[in-house]
């Protein structure tokens, strides 16, 4: 088989398992197992596939058959403009929340000295990417993640950020240190209903403590911005992804902790996506 024949005969698995991006995938599987870049691939698509490589790439289009979302197999995500390490143990990093990375270059300056935290960090991505375009930041990530965390560490050493960024196990509701300019969070907000019709690939493979937020998807969203209240500076942003169902509960809950909401951000589907508001 060349790899133009490999490619077909994975399509074919993959759509007949209802693996919408099978094009996709397939040829960034294949690039994987030949340690090509995707546009290698595609020019040398004549050329035989070794025995060893057709079995090791067949493992991985099993794990893509089992609805193993790909960037988990292919081990990295893009986000911002940065690639980042992710596994099982973290969410994979999604466009919407680069929403929050943008609002937060927009109320600041490349020279600005500012205190940010960062809860529920996950793979670290939405703070290493802010640090990476205002390098006179402050971070401080926490996680009650252990794993999520040593993620994290990773893609802020990768990144050459490990002196810049605080990275700490614990949850909210233990987590004392304030005067912080901005708090950033993509937290689990995902009600019970939801949670049960989310695609196999998020379902079954994402870490639920990312994803579920109790009944309602407002239980870690009325933490983090209580908790916010106390670890804000006056004047502080509170900048928080939730989602569209659950904006008139949330703004009622920041209004009620002494907030102002500023601006609600739209994600790429016109869905009410990130929150903006300040600390009166």
């Given at each position: 088989?060349?790899?133009?024949?490999?490619?077909?005969?994975?399509?074919?698995?993959?759509?007949?398992?209802?693996?919408?991006?099978?094009?996709?995938?397939?040829?960034?599987?294949?690039?994987?197992?030949?340690?090509?870049?995707?546009?290698?691939?595609?020019?040398?698509?004549?050329?035989?596939?070794?025995?060893?490589?057709?079995?090791?790439?067949?493992?991985?289009?099993?794990?893509?058959?089992?609805?193993?979302?790909?960037?988990?197999?292919?081990?990295?995500?893009?986000?911002?403009?940065?690639?980042?390490?992710?596994?099982?143990?973290?969410?994979?990093?999604?466009?919407?929340?680069?929403?929050?990375?943008?609002?937060?270059?927009?109320?600041?300056?490349?020279?600005?000295?500012?205190?940010?935290?960062?809860?529920?960090?996950?793979?670290?991505?939405?703070?290493?990417?802010?640090?990476?375009?205002?390098?006179?930041?402050?971070?401080?990530?926490?996680?009650?993640?252990?794993?999520?965390?040593?993620?994290?560490?990773?893609?802020?050493?990768?990144?050459?950020?490990?002196?810049?960024?605080?990275?700490?196990?614990?949850?909210?509701?233990?987590?004392?240190?304030?005067?912080?300019?901005?708090?950033?969070?993509?937290?689990?907000?995902?009600?019970?209903?939801?949670?049960?019709?989310?695609?196999?690939?998020?379902?079954?493979?994402?870490?639920?403590?990312?994803?579920?937020?109790?009944?309602?998807?407002?239980?870690?969203?009325?933490?983090?911005?209580?908790?916010?209240?106390?670890?804000?500076?006056?004047?502080?942003?509170?900048?928080?992804?939730?989602?569209?169902?659950?904006?008139?509960?949330?703004?009622?809950?920041?209004?009620?902790?002494?907030?102002?909401?500023?601006?609600?951000?739209?994600?790429?589907?016109?869905?009410?996506?990130?929150?903006?508001?300040?600390k009166l």
């Amino acid at each position: 088989m060349n790899y133009l024949e490999t490619l077909n005969y994975a399509n074919k698995l993959l759509k007949l398992n209802n693996v919408k991006s099978y094009g996709l995938d397939s040829e960034l599987l294949l690039s994987k197992t030949l340690n090509f870049t995707r546009e290698k691939l595609l020019i040398n698509l004549n050329k035989k596939i070794e025995k060893r490589n057709l079995i090791k790439f067949t493992k991985l289009v099993s794990r893509r058959i089992n609805k193993e979302p790909i960037a988990y197999i292919l081990k990295k995500k893009e986000f911002w403009r940065y690639n980042f390490q992710v596994n099982k143990d973290v969410l994979v990093p999604r466009p919407e929340t680069e929403i929050i990375v943008d609002e937060v270059l927009k109320l600041t300056n490349l020279h600005s000295y500012k205190k940010i935290l960062d809860i529920g960090t996950g793979s670290g991505c939405i703070l290493i990417s802010i640090i990476k375009e205002r390098p006179k930041f402050k971070g401080t990530a926490i996680d009650i993640s252990k794993k999520a965390l040593k993620v994290a560490a990773g893609n802020a050493k990768m990144h050459q950020l490990q002196n810049k960024i605080k990275f700490i196990n614990i949850n909210i509701d233990k987590f004392n240190h304030n005067n912080y300019d901005f708090i950033v969070s993509n937290p689990p907000y995902i009600n019970y209903g939801d949670f049960v019709r989310l695609t196999d690939d998020v379902r079954l493979h994402e870490p639920k403590q990312a994803l579920y937020g109790g009944t309602q998807g407002l239980d870690c969203l009325k933490k983090i911005i209580v908790k916010s209240k106390k670890l804000l500076k006056i004047n502080g942003k509170l900048i928080i992804e939730i989602d569209s169902k659950q904006l008139r509960h949330s703004k009622k809950i920041l209004k009620l902790n002494g907030f102002y909401v500023n601006k609600i951000s739209k994600d790429y589907f016109g869905n009410d996506r990130i929150i903006i508001s300040t600390k009166l």
